[in-house]
């Protein structure tokens, strides 16, 4: 009689162990590839509300430029309230040009009710679900949560002590708040403005 003798095979399965270990490694990338997602969502949410920041600091600068080169305002006019300006000093909700023409000025006022935007602080229409604006389904938004200070300062001339009597410095900083966060994001220009044209 013969007995039957075992082989091992060469091939030779995983042990729990290395299961185990394999599981924790593919949990760790995948909990990472959750959070970048994440956080491009977040960042693609915001991306919208920085850009709205980015054209109400652009349009209150351009707006002082325009206001110069018209002789609509005097250069001794272009500064704060505290130095005898007509911009109002600190950050002031957006609310529309009073008679002026200008924001950030004394006289601002709430804007009127505006098609789908209610009166108030300024508003911005964007598309709906179609995602086509002009339609009926398009959206309105409040900027309520947006602020805008207009900060002029002097310069000096070149011996760094004498203010500069021809040249300012204008700093004009959007600030707000998105959805789920109480930490304020700011966004902010500036330039410098001359007396001359």
Partial sequence: MTQPTSRSSPQSGFTLIETMIAIAIMSIGILTLIAAFATAVTATQNSQMNLIARQKALEAMESIYTARDTAQIGFSQVANTTSGGIFTTGPTQLLCAGPDGLVNTTDDVNCPANGPCAAGPECVVL???????????????????????????????????????????????????????????TYSVNALISAFR
Wanted: aromatic share 4%; hydrophobic share 30%.
């Fill in 127 to 185: 598309p709906g679900p179609d995602g086509i604006l002009g339609t009926a389904d398009d959206v309105p938004m409040s900027l309520g949560n947006f602020t805008r200070q207009i900060q002029i300062n002097s310069t000096l001339e070149a011996d760094g002590v004498t203010p500069n009597p021809t040249l300012k410095q204008i700093i004009v900083t959007i600030s707000y708040t998105s959805s789920g966060s109480t930490v304020p994001r």
